[in-house]
């Protein structure tokens, strides 16, 4: 296995939008093609879980999202490794940022899967903070805002394959444009950060931070 540095295109940087901080990485294209082809190699066994509660309405249209918190990306793709740890070392740069101290906390990663004319809507996560890895989303672009509607103050981030963001959670809105590739999906990987209390033994919660 390569070490971490050799995963890393661009290492992490923080940019402000408006009163959101967004920690970016960047990790390889080759090593983003991977996961790719390692979620759509999944997709089916993911499919026949059962939906999450609160997805049934729009499992339809989000079909592997719809099942986030029914496994754990970590847990099932060895390939993902080295994601976990971008994403820690990316996360921690993000705490560096806000004067924050590491925490006990947990992390559940699934992903998500969107063929042509779909996108997930607008929403938003209870948790602290959260994230999402390009597999292949190039065309495609996530606006994050405040506000439950969409609004002209959002920021409009589009999507680079291998480009790993995260951001803080709640009240943090966000949706992505219609997918227009019939040829290609888009495949994404996202995450949630969580408090050590958020743990429960319904959702897919590993352990990921420590004091
Ligand atoms: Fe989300």
Same mark, same amino acid.
Do not use: C, S
């Given at each position: 296995m390569l070490a971490l540095s050799e995963y890393f295109a661009e290492p992490p940087h923080i940019e402000w939008f408006g009163d959101r901080p967004f920690a970016f990485s960047r990790l390889s294209r080759?090593? @983003?093609?991977?996961?790719?082809?390692? @979620?759509i190699a999944k997709e089916d066994d993911i499919k026949a879980l059962p939906v999450s509660p609160g997805w049934e309405t729009v499992a339809e249209i989000n079909p592997t999202t719809a099942r986030f918190s029914r496994y754990s990306a970590f847990l099932i793709m060895p390939v993902t490794l080295p994601l976990f740890f971008a994403i820690r070392e990316t996360y921690w740069h993000l705490l560096e940022a806000l004067d924050q101290k590491p925490a006990g906390r947990f992390i559940q990663c699934w992903f998500n899967i969107h063929r042509s004319g779909q996108s997930l809507p607008r929403h938003h996560h209870v948790?602290?903070?959260i994230g999402t890895f390009s597999a292949h989303a190039e065309g495609g672009e996530t606006r994050y805002g405040n506000s439950k509607q969409e609004s002209d103050s959002d920021a409009i981030m589009p999507h680079t394959n291998g480009q790993l963001v995260i951001t803080t959670g709640p009240n943090h809105y966000h949706n992505t444009s219609p997918w227009t590739d019939a040829e290609r999906p888009r495949v994404t990987y996202a995450f949630d950060i969580?408090?050590?209390?958020?743990?429960?033994?319904?959702?897919f919660f590993l352990p990921f931070d420590f004091a």
């Open positions: 080759e090593y @983003a093609e991977r996961l790719e082809k390692a @979620a948790y602290p903070f969580v408090e050590a209390e958020n743990w429960n033994t319904r959702q």
